[in-house]
């Protein structure tokens, strides 16, 4: 009967397992598998010997006849969900050597995803010498049998993944308590880096494959849309790409060379990407908030002699093309390509997509190949060209997605522009891939229109900075936001005020988390299952750290990041290089800490810190006790620090605000009511018209300090 079964699954599921060798090992062993429709069980039990048992409710064992037969059996372990020996008893059996498999999140799935594990197993496995199997079912998840929101299917392929035989980490010298609370941790850390790494051996290579695998499956789903509010499918999408990558065919010869992108956040700038993937070319995102000069820059030392921009987008962000054109690059618009395009072109492309998608990628790519070009924001020097490979970002959609419980249903809306890594990755091309609705905003100063759109397209997740979460904050009503339920901010040090802002006036947590360009962005991020307030969260699973001592820094150290996320190299000599890495290590220049728990938290830059009178003093944690620090000269005071050099202290603070009335005296009072020492207080108050920032919304540091050269020498000091 079992092989019968077997036969059955594999005729109408596709099924396959992997690594089904665990399933011989001797009790005590627990099975922990995650459980994401009604037919688990059967997929497990067809690859069970008689000595596993599944543990069961027996509460839902005796609601009806069916139940009974199916959850009463030889083959189940019943017990009492309510009742405090439950556990007990499973111990029992596992200390007489028994097997038994656990659906540890105690339901089936209502996310898709992995929800929490409860604190049951980490009991089970304090108490007893079990070991641990987990399985990742693949695909299940698509049934019509499951409690995906999303899209579901009669007949999806399905596939258990088992890991190899697992020694929990015991730790008997912490409580009880504290024990299972790790274990239950160390249990779907494990699940989460399983899931990852199944995705990432079996998924899509190169990111057009996955955008195509995805719009394939949901073609008339509305995958994105923008302020024009013309809504755009998955098919009109691929389609479109598709006729301009053959357009394109026609107006140069591919010679290598990355392909400029110079265009907001709009519907046409995905377009752009992947017709541009679909040719096999490398597209480079220019940043057009910093100036056409440093435009120009950007595309000259990465070797940029075409680019691709839009005559609409060029007159209302008046911007001057003229060292582009100086530089030799040839400038094509998207409005003279459209006028090109034929119905002819259009229908090929529609007959491609619905029967030969394969012939849609012209020049197929591999997953080690460039994807993106991205280039660093300058803020401390110029820009470096950042080459990120299909690799590197489908990685960090696989880390977002396994640790998040991102669905089908979610609708996103991304203000962050798509020149930024975290605007690109994290707030367009995670949901494309997951298959969520995007709305792109094309820019992230609009603080009354945004939370105004967020509440007319009701979406559910957003991401911002903490500069730009403020102002969204002084204009939105309370019930602009009544829809989201996850909001990530990265980018810059989530504030104190910022949270309590967002948590007290509109009943929403900021989950903060950390990333790097270079690292596609996401290096760790706080999730709704495991919330540290304070810190950037956990690391992505495929990560590795390791803190380096710095001289003068009491606590944490040099933080080094190592991950299939991670870039080969800076962009240089026309190809990617190998500089930016230390065998594969990547130095963030951030100082930071690792709690017991694997919490990461962010200290500052280490170019942030001055040393005043021999002492490091975080340049950082002085604008954070700032922040918010003045209400009585209105909620737009801002105050940035830099430092200056200075004969007898080596250096000094300065404090920079866009308030003229703000005083030393109320600055010294602040620090000192927030426990900060003399060290810390700036030496003088500067008042500017307007505080600099980045496209990203973090202060433009370089810049701030640049101004006060410039008045320091213009008062010839």
């Given at each position: 009967?079992?092989?019968?079964?077997?036969?059955?699954?594999?005729?109408?599921?596709?099924?396959?397992?992997?690594?089904?060798?665990?399933?011989?090992?001797?009790?005590?062993?627990?099975?922990?598998?995650?459980?994401?429709?009604?037919?688990?069980?059967?997929?497990?039990?067809?690859?069970?010997?008689?000595?596993?048992?599944?543990?069961?409710?027996?509460?839902?064992?005796?609601?009806?006849?069916?139940?009974?037969?199916?959850?009463?059996?030889?083959?189940?372990?019943?017990?009492?969900?309510?009742?405090?020996?439950?556990?007990?008893?499973?111990?029992?059996?596992?200390?007489?050597?028994?097997?038994?498999?656990?659906?540890?999140?105690?339901?089936?799935?209502?996310?898709?995803?992995?929800?929490?594990?409860?604190?049951?197993?980490?009991?089970?496995?304090?108490?007893?010498?079990?070991?641990?199997?987990?399985?990742?079912?693949?695909?299940?998840?698509?049934?019509?049998?499951?409690?995906?929101?999303?899209?579901?299917?009669?007949?999806?392929?399905?596939?258990?993944?088992?890991?190899?035989?697992?020694?929990?980490?015991?730790?008997?010298?912490?409580?009880?308590?504290?024990?299972?609370?790790?274990?239950?941790?160390?249990?779907?850390?494990?699940?989460?880096?399983?899931?990852?790494?199944?995705?990432?051996?079996?998924?899509?290579?190169?990111?057009?494959?996955?955008?195509?695998?995805?719009?394939?499956?949901?073609?008339?789903?509305?995958?994105?849309?923008?302020?024009?509010?013309?809504?755009?499918?998955?098919?009109?999408?691929?389609?479109?790409?598709?006729?301009?990558?053959?357009?394109?065919?026609?107006?140069?010869?591919?010679?290598?060379?990355?392909?400029?992108?110079?265009?907001?956040?709009?519907?046409?700038?995905?377009?752009?990407?992947?017709?541009?993937?679909?040719?096999?070319?490398?597209?480079?995102?220019?940043?057009?908030?910093?100036?056409?000069?440093?435009?120009?820059?950007?595309?000259?030392?990465?070797?940029?002699?075409?680019?691709?921009?839009?005559?609409?987008?060029?007159?209302?962000?008046?911007?001057?093309?003229?060292?582009?054109?100086?530089?030799?690059?040839?400038?094509?618009?998207?409005?003279?390509?459209?006028?090109?395009?034929?119905?002819?072109?259009?229908?090929?492309?529609?007959?491609?997509?619905?029967?030969?998608?394969?012939?849609?990628?012209?020049?197929?790519?591999?997953?080690?190949?460039?994807?993106?070009?991205?280039?660093?924001?300058?803020?401390?020097?110029?820009?470096?060209?950042?080459?990120?490979?299909?690799?590197?970002?489908?990685?960090?959609?696989?880390?977002?997605?396994?640790?998040?419980?991102?669905?089908?249903?979610?609708?996103?809306?991304?203000?962050?522009?798509?020149?930024?890594?975290?605007?690109?990755?994290?707030?367009?091309?995670?949901?494309?891939?997951?298959?969520?609705?995007?709305?792109?905003?094309?820019?992230?100063?609009?603080?009354?229109?945004?939370?105004?759109?967020?509440?007319?397209?009701?979406?559910?997740?957003?991401?911002?900075?903490?500069?730009?979460?403020?102002?969204?904050?002084?204009?939105?009503?309370?019930?602009?936001?009544?829809?989201?339920?996850?909001?990530?901010?990265?980018?810059?040090?989530?504030?104190?005020?910022?949270?309590?802002?967002?948590?007290?006036?509109?009943?929403?947590?900021?989950?903060?988390?950390?990333?790097?360009?270079?690292?596609?962005?996401?290096?760790?991020?706080?999730?709704?299952?495991?919330?540290?307030?304070?810190?950037?969260?956990?690391?992505?699973?495929?990560?590795?750290?390791?803190?380096?001592?710095?001289?003068?820094?009491?606590?944490?150290?040099?933080?080094?990041?190592?991950?299939?996320?991670?870039?080969?190299?800076?962009?240089?000599?026309?190809?990617?290089?190998?500089?930016?890495?230390?065998?594969?290590?990547?130095?963030?220049?951030?100082?930071?800490?690792?709690?017991?728990?694997?919490?990461?938290?962010?200290?500052?830059?280490?170019?942030?810190?001055?040393?005043?009178?021999?002492?490091?003093?975080?340049?950082?944690?002085?604008?954070?006790?700032?922040?918010?620090?003045?209400?009585?000269?209105?909620?737009?005071?801002?105050?940035?620090v830099v430092a200056e050099p200075d004969e007898d202290k080596g250096e000094l603070l300065v404090a920079v605000s866009n308030c003229e009335r703000l005083t030393r005296e109320e600055v010294r009072a602040a620090l000192r009511a927030k426990g900060m020492t003399n060290l810390s207080v700036p030496a003088r108050v500067v008042a500017v018209p307007q505080i600099p920032l980045l496209g990203s919304g973090k202060v433009h540091h370089r810049e701030l300090e640049r101004m006060l050269r410039e008045r320091c020498v213009a008062a010839g000091v």
């Open positions: 009967m079992k092989r019968l079964l077997r036969m059955l699954l594999r005729l109408l599921f596709g099924f396959r397992a992997y690594g089904v060798e665990s399933l011989r090992a001797k009790g005590p062993v627990l099975l922990i598998p995650n459980h994401v429709s009604w037919l688990d069980w059967l997929f497990l039990g067809v690859l069970l010997d008689k000595e596993w048992k599944f543990v069961v409710s027996s509460v839902v064992a005796d609601t009806s006849a069916l139940h009974r037969i199916l959850m009463r059996n030889g083959r189940t372990f019943p017990i009492d969900p309510a009742s405090p020996y439950a556990t007990r008893h499973m111990a029992e059996h596992l200390r007489q050597g028994g097997r038994l498999v656990l659906f540890a999140e105690g339901q089936i799935t209502f996310t898709g995803s992995l929800m929490k594990l409860f604190e049951g197993t980490g009991f089970l496995l304090a108490k007893t010498p079990a070991r641990v199997v987990t399985c990742y079912l693949r695909g299940a998840e698509r049934m019509r049998w499951s409690r995906n929101p999303g899209k579901r299917f009669w007949l999806p392929r399905v596939s258990a993944h088992f890991s190899s035989v697992q020694d929990p980490v015991r730790q008997p010298h912490v409580s009880g308590a504290r024990q299972r609370t790790m274990l239950t941790d160390w249990l779907r850390g494990r699940m989460v880096e399983q899931q990852f790494e199944v995705e990432m051996r079996l998924g899509a290579g190169t990111l057009p494959e996955a955008l195509l695998e995805t719009a394939r499956s949901r073609p008339g789903f509305v995958s994105m849309e923008d302020a024009r509010r013309k809504p755009m499918s998955y098919r009109k999408w691929v389609v479109s790409a598709g006729v301009l990558a053959r357009r394109l065919r026609s107006e140069w010869v591919k010679d290598g060379s990355p392909v400029g992108v110079l265009l907001p956040n709009g519907c046409a700038t995905p377009v752009v990407l992947m017709a541009l993937w679909m040719r096999g070319e490398v597209p480079a995102v220019l940043n057009f908030s910093s100036g056409m000069l440093v435009a120009a820059g950007c595309c000259k030392a990465s070797g940029v002699r075409r680019v691709i921009t839009s005559r609409v987008f060029v007159d209302k962000a008046r911007l001057d093309l003229a060292p582009l054109l100086a530089e030799g690059i040839t400038v094509l618009f998207l409005e003279d390509l459209r006028k090109r395009t034929t119905w002819g072109d259009k229908l090929l492309g529609a007959a491609l997509f619905s029967f030969r998608p394969g012939r849609l990628l012209a020049s197929p790519a591999q997953p080690a190949d460039s994807a993106v070009l991205l280039f660093t924001s300058g803020s401390e020097g110029t820009p470096k060209a950042v080459p990120l490979s299909h690799r590197n970002i489908l990685a960090n959609i696989r880390q977002m997605l396994a640790v998040t419980d991102l669905n089908d249903t979610d609708r996103i809306l991304n203000a962050l522009p798509l020149f930024h890594s975290f605007g690109l990755t994290v707030g367009t091309l995670l949901g494309l891939v997951r298959g969520s609705y995007v709305f792109l905003y094309p820019s992230p100063l609009h603080y009354r229109m945004i939370p105004n759109a967020i509440y007319e397209k009701n979406c559910t997740v957003f991401l911002s900075t903490n500069t730009f979460l403020n102002g969204y904050a002084r204009r939105a009503n309370p019930y602009d936001f009544r829809t989201l339920r996850l909001l990530f901010a990265a980018a810059e040090k989530v504030q104190q005020s910022t949270v309590s802002t967002w948590s007290g006036q509109f009943g929403v947590r900021i989950l903060e988390g950390y990333g790097a360009t270079e690292c596609g962005p996401a290096v760790s991020v706080n999730v709704p299952v495991a919330l540290r307030p304070g810190s950037t969260g956990r690391l992505l699973p495929g990560m590795e750290y390791r803190l380096e001592a710095v001289e003068g820094v009491a606590e944490g150290g040099r933080l080094w990041v190592r991950g299939p996320n991670v870039m080969d190299g800076y962009w240089g000599g026309g190809g990617p290089g190998k500089s930016g890495l230390v065998e594969g290590w990547y130095d963030t220049g951030d100082i930071a800490r690792v709690d017991e728990d694997g919490f990461v938290y962010v200290l500052g830059r280490l170019k942030r810190f001055a040393k005043v009178s021999g002492e490091m003093v975080s340049l950082t944690a002085v604008e954070e006790a700032l922040a918010g620090a003045f209400p009585q000269h209105g909620p737009r005071c801002m105050v940035a």
